[in-house]
Nanobody, 114 residues
Framework: QVQLVESGGGLVQAGGSLSLSCVAS????????MSWYRQAPGTQRELVAT??????TYYADSVKGRFTITRPLTDTLHLRMNSLKPEDTAVYYC?????????WGKGTQVTVSS
């Protein structure tokens, strides 16, 4: 079992920056990839960025060049968000995958005002 807790969300003006964190607990050494997803009201949850166990990264086209995903510690995931746009407004979720399971945090709200 893995538990995930996100933090760092908030309200920011367009063009500003925020950093999100996700702390994992439990069987953290079973985690392979970790990801950030987001969900805006009335839309489906979408993948923002992924980092694999080998530190390979993937970004959605909409955030490429503006967001950076890192995993500095086995139990910690970060998302640095620069040049934020109103369309980045959403609840951001941390996800961890093992060889057999997928775990989600409860999310943190990011609101970007124009």
């Amino acid at each position: 079992q893995v538990q995930l807790v996100e933090s760092g969300g908030g309200l920011v003006q367009a063009g500003g920056s925020l950093s999100l964190s996700c702390v994992a607990s439990g069987d953290i050494f079973s985690i392979n990839a970790m990801s950030w997803y987001r969900q805006a009201p009335g839309t489906q949850r979408e993948l923002v960025a992924t980092i694999t166990h080998g530190a390979s990264t993937y970004y959605a086209d909409s955030v490429k060049g503006r967001f950076t995903i890192t995993r500095p510690l086995t139990d910690t995931l970060h998302l640095r968000m620069n040049s934020l746009k109103p369309e980045d407004t959403a609840v951001y979720y941390c996800k961890a995958t093992t060889s057999s399971d997928t775990y989600w945090g409860k999310g943190t709200q990011v609101t970007v005002s124009s």
